[in-house]
Structures are given as structure tokens and as C-alpha cells.
């Protein structure tokens, strides 16, 4: 692995995927996020920082989890929040859905 992020699980595996949008925003009644992302420690869900909940941000603040991925159909990119970088992991499994 080339990609400086010292943080990826070495089977990839995803976690399993915990709701099926933002969970912090679900749980107070909104689902107005722009797009989701989902981490790679837990399997939680949440909104990104073009979101109003920036909840994806949130919860490596709040439990440090550095690792996530997009959870947008289509979108295979990974990042890092400890090693602020982005990448995609060729071969990797597709993001399960919900
Ligand atoms: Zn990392
Ligand atoms: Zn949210
Ligand atoms: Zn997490």
C-alpha cells in the first residue's frame, strides 16, 4: 500500500453499514445532508461538510475515527482524517448498501 494512510484494515473488509443516511441527522429529524459518508472503523453513516450536520467530521472528532469512505453510489474514494489525505484502493470491496 502506497497510498501513506496507515489506517486501512489489511482485508479491507467494509464494515457493516449502520443506517441508511446520517444517523445524527435521522435522529433529530432531518435529512437534509448533501452527501454521506461512511466510516471504515464502525459502519456509521454521516453527512458531509457541505452538509448542515457535518456529522462525518463529527464523529472523528468526538471518537477518532480517521478512515472513511463515500457512501454515493458510484464513489469509491477513501480518506484519512489523521493523515488528511484522500485516495481509492483498486480492488477493494464496493461500499455495501444499507
Ligand atoms: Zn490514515
Ligand atoms: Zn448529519
Ligand atoms: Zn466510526
Redesign the pocket.
Known sequence: MTNGCSHIPEDLAPPTVTADG????LAAG?RD?VHLRFCQICGRV??CDN??????TAHFNSDGHALLRSFEPGEEWWWCYVDEIGFEIPGAPPTPSY
Open positions: 446520517c444517523e445524527d441527522c432531518n445532508w454521516g453527512c452538509s448542515p450536520g457535518r456529522h462525518a
